[in-house]
């Protein structure tokens, strides 16, 4: 029997070489009819056999092209009008309201990269081969759909060949929009210094010579400006330490770890522990940067990540990048005739190259030749540019894999995003209710969310029923450069997906830039408490809609009593919360002042828990000198202290009090270092014992430990003028927890081993609150967020320990748990209370 069906596809299909595919499957089941591309999604019309038939739409949703993503396949049977071939057509269709997805960035091909280095090839060397499965997506369209004249191609017509391909439905490169050749594309451009003449590698003789001079440079310790798919990097030679530490120099980059490009994944096994699921991302077509272990003894170049236990690595993804790292592995291997290439011991030396976003301090990342070559000009000594425009800024994606879950006692990992950017971004995050339509859920808000995000690790949102375009990584939002960024991102993005806000969210903090642009736009806004938003981002990404426990512990977040909130047990739902529990507020004495010295924020903690007079406090204290005195008036008068809940700040208090962290170079770092100090805990609990009995805390076992250092619950004592949002009904009291800490720096406890002990207070503090959230609530999930869950080991041992008291618990995994994910959180609390 024939039949005859209309198919839609719907998600990511455009870019990704699907309809190449549907036309290779309709071959392959002798199917008539045609396919195409419509700004809603990919359009069948099916006529064959109906047992080939159903064969050919389980290939759509089995066999789609690796970088495709399938959402859904709506079918319909229609009337038999007996094609007797089977046709791509093109689209004019202007009137299709809904936008389909094109598929992110995807990393050079493996087809694409055997093309690059083959010498019998017409693309050998050409920096900017692709095909359909690979290449620049968002980073050149100006507008869709998804065509070559619609992005920064348009001005490279192709070449009799290219086109011939472009043309071929059984072609690799059919309708490959970037594609391109020496003959017809985009060239390298170079120049030395930012005044130099700007040479352009049009043939492959000139193309090699630029990667000639580049690589030259590179091996002569100088740095480069190198133009990649989002942005440009500043690269050099990362096992050269007087280069690394010019680089930091120039960049102003004190402490921060520096991410590193490697050939291949040999070479990362030299560097660093990768586990099979670690090495399918770092090898992926997203490509991000993997934060993974460095392995012990590993030959890592000093001022790469100094005290830190984890290495930020990513692989070549452009052609540019494979071409540079490949010259620049062989100069490499020739200067350094003893490395072993194929030696896999620990310590082996390997070529790496450092990439870091190349901006200026605190701004933006540069995407334009002449702005790299203007605002870079004291950082790099030549740059490496191209004359394909990037149309939108896209930063590297940073992730790591952590451990969620054992499944017959092999652990389960999962990604967890610290920067979502390239290659993930803006794919749309779905908010719908788990398994109920969205009708039926939390009914989502007619019109489109524009929520505008926070000020820091800015990302925004656009939130049209239950897709949630979340931007990619921005940046902190506090100088105009970025803000300047952050407008045209948005501007770009409502555009391209055709979005016009109805309503605004933003954050309660007043003082924030994205805060104030919310309140003048003339639209109705949604204000939402900053640690709500965190909570509701892993609601949203979840589909959860019954109230949670939600548990964030962050750095900063503006409280609805002004104070600055970060260590918050709320009872929340996706439209409002009550406080129920709270980290007993510190003082920070000189507010921003006690993040930049953490030792003032020790003062403060010390200060709150009457502990100054502690015999450790002292010389902890000590190289605080006269500020001491300085703090103390400031708390005393309550001059420029605010009052905070937050756990990254006593996270910093307690690093700082270790010696470990007092003058770091960005938030964050003390909490990062007293991490990384506890790496050697395991193998000191031994010699810890011996300390500890010889110093009088005789015969205590690690349980007794944890007994000493366990938060306390406290009641609340609400005033006159409290509400439920800023009184809590619990006060959370880290006092045992640091006397603790200073009872065992006195006694000479190492510090890695106080370090373990600290985390697994804060571990147990979590735990407590949702037992205490059950027993009085009967809620036993658990949604946990905030910047201070960018820890391993305090999410890895929250996760295991919530689960084996019986918690369901769920994390941010599309978005990271940083800011980054705020901005979703606000749009989907304006959607639900607009909704109501
Ligand atoms: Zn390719
Ligand atoms: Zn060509």
Redesign the pocket.
């Known amino acids: 029997m024939i039949d005859a069906v209309d198919i839609h596809v719907k998600g990511i299909v455009q870019g990704v070489g699907f309809r190449p595919f549907v036309y290779r499957m309709a071959k392959k089941y002798l199917i008539n009819g045609w396919v195409l591309n419509a700004t809603d999604g990919v359009h069948i019309h099916a006529e064959g056999e109906s047992a080939l038939v159903d064969e050919f739409i389980m290939e759509l949703s089995d066999n789609a092209p690796a970088a495709s993503k399938v959402e859904e396949i709506d079918i319909k049977e229609v009337p038999l009008e007996d094609f007797d071939s089977f046709e791509i057509r093109f689209s004019d269709d202007e009137d299709v309201a809904e936008t389909t997805l094109v598929s992110p960035e995807l990393a050079t091909c493996d087809d694409c990269v055997a093309e690059l280095f083959n010498p019998n090839d017409r693309r050998y060397r050409y920096p900017f081969i692709n095909c359909t499965n690979c290449g620049p997506r968002f980073t050149i369209i100006d507008h869709l759909p998804y065509d070559r004249a619609a992005t920064s191609m348009a001005a490279f017509p192709?070449?009799e060949?290219?086109a011939a391909e472009y043309a071929d439905p059984l072609d690799r490169r059919f309708h490959a929009q970037p594609d391109?050749?020496f003959?017809?594309?985009p060239s390298v451009t170079w120049s030395v210094g930012a005044d130099g003449p700007i040479s352009l590698g049009k043939t492959r003789e000139e193309s090699d010579a630029i990667f000639a001079a580049a690589v030259e440079m590179l091996m002569a310790g100088k740095i480069l400006a190198v133009k990649g798919l989002g942005g440009f990097h500043l690269v050099c030679d990362a096992n050269n330490a007087d280069a690394v530490a010019e680089l930091r120099r120039r960049k102003r980059r004190d402490g921060k770890a520096l991410a590193v490009m490697a050939q291949g994944m040999g070479d990362v096994r030299a560097l660093c522990e990768a586990s099979e699921e670690e090495e399918a991302v770092l090898a992926g077509s997203t490509r991000p940067i993997v934060l993974l272990r460095k392995r012990p003894g590993a030959a890592i170049g000093a001022g790469l990540a100094d005290g830190l236990s984890e290495l930020g690595v990513m692989l070549p993804y452009t052609p540019v990048q494979h071409l540079l790292m490949h010259d620049f592995a062989e100069a490499w291997y020739a200067a350094n005739p003893a490395v072993d290439e194929a030696g896999d011991e620990p310590g082996r030396l390997v070529p790496l190259l450092v990439m870091t976003s190349g901006n200026v301090h605190d701004e933006p990342i540069c995407i334009a030749d002449k702005e790299a070559r203007a605002k870079l000009a004291d950082i790099a000594d030549a740059f490496l540019g191209n004359n394909r425009p990037i149309l939108t800024r896209f930063d590297d994606s940073v992730v790591r894999l952590i451990k969620v879950d054992e499944a017959d006692e092999k652990p389960v990992y999962a990604i967890q995003f610290l920067r979502r950017a390239r290659g993930y971004a803006p794919v749309p995050v779905s908010v719908a209710a788990e398994g109920v339509a969205p009708a039926e859920g939390v009914a989502p808000a007619e019109g489109i969310i524009f929520a505008a995000g926070p000020e820091q690790k800015n990302t925004f949102t656009l939130l049209r029923g239950t897709d949630g375009f979340v931007s990619q990584h921005i940046g902190d939002v506090e100088n105009a450069e970025t803000y300047d960024a952050w407008l045209a991102t948005k501007d770009r993005f409502e555009s391209l997906f055709e979005m016009t806000p109805t309503a605004v969210a933003c954050d309660l903090h007043p003082e924030y830039l994205t805060s104030k642009w919310a309140h003048h736009q003339g639209l109705p806004v949604t204000e939402v408490q900053h640690h709500h938003a965190h909570i509701v981002s892993v609601m949203a990404e979840h589909g959860l809609t019954d109230a949670v426990c939600g548990i964030a512990f962050d750095g900063t977040g503006y409280g609805e009593d002004g104070a600055i909130w970060g260590g918050e047990v709320l009872l929340a739902n996706r439209q409002a919360f009550e406080r129920f529990a709270n980290f007993a507020y510190v003082p920070m004495p000189g507010g921003t002042a006690a993040i930049k010295h953490p030792l003032r924020m020790a003062y403060g903690v010390l200060w709150a828990y009457d502990l100054l007079e502690h015999p450790a406090a002292a010389a902890a204290l000590a190289p605080l000198g006269d500020e001491a005195e300085v703090c103390d008036t400031m708390i005393e008068r309550g001059l420029n202290t605010p009052m905070t809940s937050s756990v990254g700040r006593l996270f910093d208090a307690a690093s700082a009090l270790l010696g470990i962290c007092t003058e770091p170079s960005y938030e964050g770092e003390g909490a990062i270092l007293l991490e990384a100090a506890m790496e050697t805990a395991g193998a000191d609990v031994a010699g810890a014992a011996a300390v500890e009995e010889a110093a009088g805390v005789a015969g205590e076992d690690e349980l007794a430990a944890k007994e000493r250092y366990a938060v306390i619950v406290e009641k609340n004592t609400a005033t006159e003028t409290s509400t439920a949002q800023d009184t809590s009904v619990l006060l959370l009291d880290a006092e045992p927890t640091f006397h603790a800490l200073l009872d065992d720096l006195a006694a000479g406890v190492p510090a890695s081993v106080i370090s373990r002990r600290f985390h697994d207070a804060m571990v147990g503090a979590i735990v407590m609150s949702a037992e205490l959230v059950r027993a009085m609530y009967d809620i036993s999930t658990v949604a946990l967020s905030g910047g201070v869950f960018m820890n391993r080991y305090l999410v890895e041992h929250a996760l295991a320990d919530l689960a084996a008291a019986g918690f369901t618990v769920a994390i941010n995994r599309d978005l990271p748990p940083n800011d980054g994910c705020i901005s979703l959180g606000q749009a989907v609390v304006a959607s639900a209370r607009l909704g109501e």
């Open positions: 192709m070449c060949k290219c391109a050749c003959e017809c594309g």
